[in-house]
């Protein structure tokens, strides 16, 4: 049982690694320099919002999710990097800043860097809910998915059933980050239904 455990928790950094492996190569071989620039960029943002906007309640989710009673401990983790994230928002639209041009070097992934600061926000929260509840396999299939669907999208990018531009690689990236959050959203449901805090406002 702890073997089987064990095993299902490195499927996912192992495949990720193996899977990046592959998909880096053809990255460099079918895109431009300045696309494979951005979305290098692309994920340092990504990972820097979420370290940004999570302000260190990930790690307090952790480290009370067994000693703290369990009533609204998800959602109040959430709460305060959701407020910050929508106060972003609302700034970056009175102001029409273009974060991608700013941050990644691109004038047209404005959306596509909000959304997947948006998902990875999210999913980094929901991710910590399944290792947490002890989900080693769709933890690792989480980890996976937006690999794979990189790589298949790389395979139709070299078959010539998608071009090779920056619109359609980020589509690909959110596509696979907004599964995992789906997937991450639809296990982690009960938990989030069961918070006392969702109950007494939705359901009263």
Partial sequence: ???????????????????????????????????????TLFFIVMNFGTMLFSLGLD???????????KKSL????LLP????????LIIISLYNINLS??????????YAIIIGVLIAFYSRFL??????EDKAL???ITQLLPKLVLLIFLCFVFYQF?????????????????GALFLQAFVCFPIIKNSSFFVSVFFS
């Fill in 81 to 88: 990097g959701s407020f910050f994230v929508g106060s972003a």
């Fill in 162 to 178: 998608f071009d090779a531009n920056e619109e359609s690689l980020y589509y690909a990236i959110l596509f696979g980050m907004g």
């Fill in 1 to 39: 049982m702890i073997k089987a455990r064990i095993l299902h928790y490195a499927i996912g950094p192992l495949g990720v690694a193996a899977i990046s492996l592959i998909t880096l190569p053809f990255l460099t071989w079918l895109f431009p320099e300045s696309i494979v620039a951005s979305y």
């Fill in 59 to 69: 790690q307090s989710l952790v480290r009370h999710y067994f000693s703290y009673e």
């Fill in 127 to 132: 991710s910590l809910v399944l290792r947490s």
């Fill in 101 to 110: 041009e700013i941050l990644i070097g691109s004038e047209n992934s404005n």
């Fill in 74 to 77: 998800l959602l109040l983790t």
């Fill in 138 to 140: 769709i933890y690792s």
